[in-house]
């Protein structure tokens, strides 16, 4: 009778450890992908209307760019959680350094999407702006 004991309370033991092997797994996947998802840079394609040309601008969150006449600021910038279809935002403040009479107010202030940018346009008679990427 003893035997059939030990044997139970050994089943026991190996699903105790297949249960807590694949918890840890399961919650250090979830938090690995979490941290992933949001980037500390952006990169921004620029397009000059007038010259006909595309420059690539690599923003550090939190810091102030000049780019010609534009003073463009990346606060936040995020990964979509799905690889099928990635999505990447970022939350973007443009100022055109070339009107003096509106120096407090942005051209664009807001969310850019990467997939679909007509949904907060970015309107400007000189610039186009895009967001790239996210990392």
Known sequence: MESKRNIL??????????????????????LISDDNLEGSFTN???LDKISSKN?????KNGELVT???????????????FDDN?????YIQVKDLTDENN???????GWM?????????????VY???LINCY
């Open 9 to 30: 309370a050994g089943k026991n033991k190996k699903i105790l450890f297949i249960f807590s092997f694949l918890s840890f797994f399961f919650i250090a996947n979830i």
């Open 67 to 81: 780019y010609k006449d534009l003073s463009i600021k990346s606060l936040k910038c995020k990964n979509s959680e």
């Open 103 to 109: 120096n407090e107010v942005f051209v664009f202030n």
């Open 128 to 130: 186009d702006v895009r």
């Open 55 to 59: 420059s690539l601008i690599k923003l």
């Open 44 to 46: 921004l394609k620029i």
């Open 113 to 125: 999407f990467s997939s679909s940018p007509s949904i907060t346009p970015f309107d400007h008679p």
């Open 86 to 90: 990635p999505e990447i935002t970022a």
